[in-house]
């Protein structure tokens, strides 16, 4: 799936995070959740799996633009 796939419901282009680097929560066509982060060794995920960290602020951003 490519990017351009995807809604981006974060990072609206202002302050520090104006490129597709920082952590952004996405949506897909089908209503799934896609979530970009930094890479996280929390715990060992399962394959096919991975964990990702994101600020408190950009996951209420995208509850906020979802409605929820």
Known sequence: MAREELTRLTGNGNG???QNDCPNVYRT????IVVQGDVSDAFEPPQGEALVEIPESVLREAV???GW
């Open 64 to 66: 906020r633009v979802l």
């Open 29 to 32: 066509a089908s209503g799934s």
């Open 16 to 18: 520090e995070c104006n």
